[in-house]
């Protein structure tokens, strides 16, 4: 069973950037799928972005398509989201996934994956 922890969220004005980490422990990283949601306030957590488990796959949700870039290295086990041109509606709590029994693809159901880190605060003023 993999632990999963991230970091890098804080507070930011609007057009700027910041790149979120996802460290794992405890299971076999590679197996995994790997994810990112967001939850703002109010709403229902919703899928930001996903990486297969050889990393050559990537696929996002249209709002952050071109602003939003995720990565892994199963070397050090951790998965990052790198967030360009952040908005106000940027504004959420992250967190980082994982889906152990899926094949190697990229997969945006919530319900797929079993793992999720505590969550990083990322906050974008106006």
């Known amino acids: 069973q993999v632990q999963l922890v991230e970091s890098g969220g804080g507070l930011v004005q609007a057009g700027a950037s910041l790149r979120l980490s996802c460290a794992a422990s405890?299971?076999?990283?590679?197996?995994?799928?790997m994810a990112w949601f967001r939850q703002a306030p109010g709403k229902e957590r919703e899928f930001v972005g996903a990486i297969n488990k050889s990393g050559v796959r990537t696929y996002y949700t249209d709002s952050v398509k071109g602003r939003f870039t995720i990565s892994r290295d199963n070397a050090k086990n951790t998965v990052y989201l790198q967030m360009n041109n952040l908005t106000p509606e940027d504004t959420a709590v992250y967190y980082c996934?994982?889906?152990?029994?899926?094949?190697?693809?990229?997969?945006?159901?919530?319900?797929?994956?079993?793992?999720w880190g505590q969550g990083t605060q990322v906050t974008v003023s106006s």
């Open positions: 405890g299971g076999t990283f590679s197996r995994y799928v």
């Open positions: 996934a994982g889906d152990p029994r899926s094949d190697d693809a990229v997969i945006t159901v919530i319900d797929a994956y079993d793992y």
